[in-house]
């Protein structure tokens, strides 16, 4: 079979398993995250399938009332609260190593990196300046790294489902319980799912020990050294939760992380399979399963897009010959061919995983280019887990405030007005990513610190740093390699825009909850603008370009582009 | 309230908006100018941007002087100058009306009971003063003796004077107008100053103008799209420089310029003041500009049944024979029985029998006695001189007169009366007495006349979204009736004021908005209660005090118009908004090959416009940005077309003309403008 034919059927298995996943994966987690609708009722009622025994254990150690409700303050304060308890943990724990069982000989992790690392994992970036089998222990890995490859994903969950219910409930200053959606997420739909793909990556051929590796003599003669570990346990955690945290280096293109065609397409549609149900989610609990429909339309018309512009960027590249031989091939999966690179690599970005089976540096000119844009996007088409959705929720937001202004009426999205708060925060939100984006790549390129680890100059350079400061700000973690980023500077200008671009933004979606809760529900007429038809899919589409077409247009132009027309 | 008969025919058409002045360039170039105060300028964002952008192109083109460095400062200028044009030509257009009001202010003396005469600056709430004919009503009040009739043209521009009486519905008098007849003492109820002709010229003068809840909203949208461009630009210098591609500030101003919702930034405030304007021509004064962009949002109106839907009388529509009478014979009866009936339900009798029945009108009856109808009787007739003794009235009544003679009653009667009261319609029995004894003629079926026009309009009102509520003292069967043939989609029959404030609530809890009118005292509570609370200038204070808008006709069709006035107003900021954003996409590809193509001659593939030279481009983009505020001031003032139709219907044409259309327009106006600019030196 030739690659493309292979690539076409890659995809269609791909798309056919996620339609076949999304609706009763979609309509669990509506299941399990929904309370309740009255919140005053007694308390016992609050979560209508009560708690299983695990929870309560978990509830009982935070010291938290699983069935009271918070306000979005505490909400929020609850989010940042376990997140910094979090990242100081995973410090710790990274700096202390060599003490402690399962170090496999490895040295404390030196502050700057540990502090890059900890607050990379806590916020879902996994950006990883490190090399993962030659600076962490089978320990940090596993109750450190693949840890908060879950909660990190959780807490992603947690805060889309109080904007949700925001636009769910009405009259109400009370969002639903941090802790009980977090150990939700958890226990009821990330470790469930985490466990079989573990099951199958280990019969796909990833290794899972706690060997510390063996040193074996090749054919040629030659010895060579064989990193064990706990790898498809962490894998399947880092592609769920769109985490993309390898456990070696080379990540997703190490044959023991990714051993065959078919265990990279399956880490594909694991990182996948959350943010395009979550939309399901959203109209199961709005009430309105055609609204989470035409979110899931709008992302995945974006990605489809994308994916097809890098397949094609991809295959036309160097020339009569080498399209022969399969086109664009250097850093590329070239044991699978091509096209599950571009697949791997467009799924990647989209989603906030950055797992890779191939080095984006290596792509051609307008295939990187398409990579950057991706995670430009804000991580919305389809997204990280529970960010991808809220991401998109609040792009959604002020597509219906312009659209909504053109129909004659003060716009409303899902029955709820849009005024100067809203607006407020919704703005601010899609201020963010970009000012981080911009202004650290702008300080980058300015600063001879930055500049010293480069590893091209000219237009290849800056799309090298403004890769990372656009994986790091919008939480992604792909690097674009070239840079060395295990530096002083990278570490903690990256370590920055991960934080803030992180948490900034979740701020703003709870405190936008948090209003949007407390209004009242406006009725739907035939005046009010229809968010469910494919005019609106598109308008959104058309926004979310725009929104990244407009802020980045120059600094691609200068970069990527420039070099794709040169 | 008031009676059907005192209102001004009402038509179901639109009214026709006064004939607006064409647009005073002149004047409002000097106003434009005198904005330029940078601290007026701060409350819009995107202008004081450009503003701030203006200063520094000039210290550039002072300190650094080039053609290229000049033109661009001056088309900075210009680019806030016409900003300010917008703003000053809206607020021009409310200056006339505001004049006129003033002439009728200049009354200085009132008198007293008591005959002395005092300043009208010096009346305070309570006061009493005599107004006699030919005088003008010092200040605003309450008659509170006499009856006059009185000509509010000053205010309302309508020349037939209307009646003002104590007591009632009818007693409001507003300061300025004049009185026509007779003599009236009138309690003052306003301070000076505060008079509703104050209130008025503040209004029309934009004065007291406030910025709306949606207003703020966008503005605080575009100023964090300021921001974002402004980002961007100054984060571009640094990576320019990375690239050996450094950048004039001159140039870096230019862009910022360009990419920032000028537009929209430009046109906000004079569309907010056209929308109010709008109103004014259509005489009808709103007290905030939020009732008017809440008026857009409406989800239920309430529209009394008289004078709105229905014409306000009942007329005769039928006769119905009953027991051994024929068509005719009841015909003939009930013109003689309504001859002196000089209502218009007996006029209309008499109109009816002559029209289907050819019956002429007979002047005078020798010898006949007229029965004028009494609330005790609740009948009303004649008495001829050959004995026959002819009487029409309420059901009841008429068949207690026919008993009690011992007449016979025809089964089909009780049936008769039934079926037109089930039809919404008054049946109005006819019987005769003579010699021979009593017996019941036929029926009389009076009907309420819906206008003509207004089903249509409330199929309107429907496709837009917002329900229609009848308000009524029918019951009601006699008001699903009329709500059916109407197409009003709910009913309130035998409304009290009680009734409505409680409709209000009910339908706000649920979300909604409601408007309505009024405009008596008892209306008072509901006027305030509802989002959009129009009160007829006819009306009492009360009335007006509660409401947020007041309508100068008196014609409460007019809430329809209102609504769709808050609807050209929103739609209006909706669409140059995203004109504006969708301009931008054809500002980069003329700027950015201008300023890269020299370092990456590959970036010249993006200049799809194949412009003549860096400076020629830049420059055009920003006459572009400039000459398009000016070009949609017209837009802004007038508002977008607007059509009544479903959302999805409104935001597909409207994201076409100024979606699609803001994309490709500026590519094409750059061009042009480029054609023109490159042939001047230094620049080409």
Not at chain 1, 307 to 323: D, I, K, Y
Not at chain 2, 58 to 73: E, H, Q, R, Y
Not at chain 2, 126 to 151: M, T
Request: charged share 15%.
């Amino acid at each position: 079979m030739s690659a493309t034919a292979a690539g076409w059927l890659q995809v269609a298995v791909l798309v056919i398993a996620l339609v076949a996943v999304h609706k009763p994966l979609g309509d669990w987690m509506a299941r399990v995250l929904t309370t309740d609708a009255a919140p005053e009722g007694p308390k016992s009622r609050l979560w209508p399938q009560g708690h299983w025994r695990v929870e309560r254990l978990v509830h009982r150690a935070v010291g938290v009332d699983a069935d009271a409700e918070q306000r979005w303050p505490v909400y929020l304060r609850s989010v940042l609260a376990f997140s910094l308890v979090s990242v100081l943990f995973l410090y710790l724990l990274q700096r202390v190593q060599q003490w402690l069982p399962l170090d496999n000989g490895m040295a404390a992790v030196k502050p700057g990196s540990a502090w890059n690392t900890a607050i990379s994992f806590v916020t879902n970036t996994n950006w990883q300046g490190y090399s993962g089998e030659s600076t962490m222990g089978h320990l940090v890995q596993m109750t450190g790294l693949a840890v908060q490859n879950f909660t990190s994903a959780a807490v992603g969950i947690a805060v889309a489902v109080a904007l949700v219910r925001g636009f769910v409930r009405s009259g109400t200053d009370r969002l639903g319980n941090f802790w009980v959606d977090v150990t939700r997420a958890i226990t009821r739909v990330l470790l469930p799912l985490a466990t079989v793909a573990a099951v199958v990556l280990v019969l796909g051929g990833v290794v899972q020990n706690l060997s510390s590796g063996t040193d074996a003599t090749t054919l040629a003669g030659a010895t060579q050294f064989l990193p064990g570990g706990p790898v498809a346990s962490q894998e399947a955690i880092k592609e769920l939760g769109t985490n993309g945290g390898g456990f070696y280096n080379a990540n997703s293109a190490h044959p023991f992380e990714g051993p065959s065609a078919w265990i990279s397409l399956f880490q594909v549609f694991l990182l996948l399979v959350i943010p395009f149900s979550l939309p399901r989610t959203f109209g199961r609990m709005v009430g309105d399963r055609r609204q989470g429909l035409a979110i899931v339309g709008v992302m995945a018309g974006l990605a489809t897009a994308s994916l097809a512009l890098t397949s094609w960027a991809q295959a036309r590249a160097g020339g009569a010959a080498l399209q022969l031989a399969g086109a664009a091939t250097e850093g590329q999966e070239v044991r699978f061919g091509g096209p599950l690179s571009a697949l791997f690599g467009t799924a990647t970005t989209l989603t906030s995983t950055g797992a890779v089976n191939s080095m984006h540096d290596s792509y051609t000119p307008t295939g990187g280019m398409l990579v950057l844009a991706n995670m430009m996007l804000g991580e919305v088409a389809p997204g990280g887990v529970g960010s991808g959705l809220y991401g998109m929720l609040v792009l959604a937001v002020v597509a219906v405030f312009v659209a909504g202004l053109m129909v004659g009426r003060t716009p409303e999205y899902l029955g709820k007005k849009l005024g100067r708060r809203e607006m407020t925060l919704a703005s601010l939100y899609v201020l963010v990513t970009p000012v981080l984006v911009l202004t650290g790549t702008a300080v980058a390129v300015t600063t001879d610190t930055g500049l010293g680890s480069l590893l091209n100059n000219g237009s290849h350079g800056l799309s090298e740093v403004l890769y990372a400061f656009t994986s790091a700000s919008n939480n992604n973690g792909s690097a674009f390699a070239g840079l060395s980023a295990n530096t002083p500077f990278y570490n903690t200008a990256l370590g920055l825009a991960m934080a803030f671009g992180r948490f900034l933004p979740i701020v703003l979606v709870v405190a936008l909850a948090g209003r949007l809760a407390a209004q009242g529900k406006a009725p739907v007429t035939a005046g009010t603008l229809p968010t469910h038809q494919p005019l609106f899919v598109g308008l959104l589409g058309a926004v979310v370009l725009v929104v990244v077409g407009l802020t980045y247009f120059p600094a691609l132009a200068l970069g990527p582009l420039a070099e794709a027309l040169a | 309230m008031t009676t059907a008969l005192d209102r001004r025919p009402v038509s179901a058409t639109p009214t026709e908006p006064r004939p607006r002045a064409a647009i005073e360039w002149g004047p409002a170039l000097a106003g434009a100018v005198r904005k330029l105060d940078p601290r007026g300028l701060v409350r819009q964002p995107v202008v004081f941007v450009v503003w701030v952008g203006s200063v520094f192109s000039t210290v550039l083109a002072i300190t650094d002087p080039s053609v290229f460095g000049w033109l661009i400062a001056g088309w900075l200028w210009l680019t806030v100058l016409f900003a300010n044009v917008a703003e000053a030509v809206a607020e021009g257009r409310g200056k006339a009306q505001a004049d006129t009001l003033r002439k009728a202010r200049q009354t200085t003396v009132a008198y007293l009971l008591d005959g002395s005469e005092v300043p009208a600056a010096d009346l305070r709430p309570g006061r009493r003063v005599v107004v006699v004919a030919g005088q003008v009503i010092p200040g605003d009040g309450d008659v509170v003796e006499g009856i006059a009739s009185v000509d509010e043209s000053a205010i309302t521009g309508e020349s037939a004077p209307v009646i003002r009486e104590s007591g009632g519905d009818r007693s409001a008098v507003t300061g300025g107008t004049t009185v026509l007849s007779d003599r009236i003492v009138v309690e003052i109820t306003s301070k000076p100053g505060e008079t509703f002709v104050d209130r008025m010229i503040a209004l029309v003068e934009g004065a007291s103008r406030q910025r709306t809840p949606n207003e703020i909203a966008l503005n605080i949208l575009l100023s964090s799209l300021t921001i974002v461009f402004l980002i961007v630009v100054v984060t571009l210098q640094p990576l320019a420089v990375y690239s050996g591609a450094e950048q004039s500030l001159t140039t870096l101003i230019a862009l910022v310029v360009c990419l920032i919702p000028t537009t929209i930034g430009a046109l906000l405030s004079a569309i907010g003041i056209a929308g109010m304007d709008r109103l004014v021509q259509r005489n009808v004064l709103a007290m905030s500009g939020r009732a008017v962009e809440a008026a857009g949002d409406v989800n239920t109106l309430l529209l009394d049944k008289t004078g709105t839907i229905t014409l306000g009388n009942r007329q005769a529509s039928e006769f119905v024979a009953v027991g051994t009478a024929s068509e005719a014979e009841v015909a003939d009866a009930a013109q003689l029985a309504s001859l002196a009936d000089e209502t218009l339900e007996g006029r209309s009798i008499v109109v009816l029998a002559k029209e289907r029945y050819g019956l002429r009108g007979r002047d005078d009856l020798p010898g006949a006695v007229f029965v004028p109808f009494t609330a005790q009787t609740r009948m009303s007739g004649v008495d001829l001189p050959d004995g026959r003794q002819l009487r029409k009235g309420a059901a009841g009544a008429v068949l207690a007169w026919v008993r009690a003679q011992d007449g016979p009653v025809p089964p089909e009667v009780g049936d008769v009366v039934d079926g037109i009261s089930a039809a919404g319609g008054t049946p109005l029995l006819l019987a005769s007495a003579s010699a021979d004894g009593a017996r019941v003629l036929g029926v009389i079926h009076l009907k309420d006349v819906v206008k003509a026009g207004m089903a249509e309009r409330f199929a309107e009102l429907r496709r837009m979204g917002i329900r229609t509520v009848m308000i009524t003292g029918d019951n009601e069967r006699t008001a699903r009736a009329i709500a059916t043939e109407a197409g009003i989609d709910d009913v309130l029959a035998e409304a009290t004021p009680e009734d409505k404030l409680a409709l209000i609530q009910r339908e706000q809890s649920g979300g909604r908005l409601v408007a309505m009118t009024g405009d008596g005292t008892n209306d008072a509570p509901a006027l305030a209660q509802a989002d959009v609370g129009v009160a007829m200038n006819t009306g009492t204070t009360a009335a007006k005090e509660a409401g947020n808008m007041v309508d100068l006709d008196s014609d409460p069709t007019k809430l329809i118009e209102i609504v769709e006035i808050g609807k050209q107003l929103l739609i209006t900021r909706g669409s140059l908004t995203t004109f504006s954003i969708a301009n931008d996409l054809a500002k980069y590809f003329a700027i950015l090959p201008a300023m890269f193509a020299g370092v990456f001659p590959g970036l010249d593939a993006l200049n799809v416009m194949r412009l003549s030279s860096p400076e020629s481009a830049i420059l055009s983009a920003v006459v572009f940005n400039a000459l398009i505020i000016v070009a949609l001031v017209p837009l802004a003032l007038r508002g977008v077309k607007y059509r009544p139709a479903s959302a999805s219907a409104m935001l597909r044409r409207n994201l076409l003309v100024y979606g699609i259309g803001g994309a490709v327009l500026p590519f094409v106006g750059i061009k042009l403008i480029d054609l023109l600019v490159s042939l001047m030196p230094g620049i080409a």
